[in-house]
C-alpha cells in the first residue's frame, strides 16, 4: 500500500526510531484497528509509543495520543482493565495539559463514556 511504502521511504531516510516513522505507525494502526486487526494495531502502537517516550517529554500530545489509542486497542482485545487504565491516564494528563474543553480532550472523554460504542468504518 502507498502507506507501507511511505514508511519504509521514511525509515530509510531517517532510520527505524525517528519520530516521523513512529507517526507512520500510528496511523497504521489506525486503519489496522478500523479493520479489526487488533495484534497488528497493538504491535505497531507499542512501537510508536516505545519511540515517542525515547525521544519526547512524558506528556507529549503525540504520546499521549498514541497510548490513549494503545488503550482502546487492548480494550478491543477484551484487555479492558489494562486498556482503560492506560487510556484513562493519557485523557487525565491531557486534561490537565490542555484542559477540559480541548477537542482532542473532548474526543477522548467521549469514548471514555462509552467505551464499547462502535463507529463505523471509514470509507
Known sequence: SWALRARQIEEQAYGPDHYYVAIDDEILA???????HLHEAEQLLKRATATFEAQFEPNHPRLLDARFALGKVLFDQGRTDEGLALACAAFEARRDQFGPDHY????????L??????T???A
Do not use: I, N
Open 120 to 122: 463505523p468504518p471509514r
Open 104 to 111: 482532542e480532550t473532548q474526543k477522548m472523554a467521549a469514548w
Open 113 to 118: 463514556a462509552d467505551p464499547t460504542r462502535t
Open 30 to 36: 489506525s486503519v489496522a484497528h478500523a479493520e479489526g
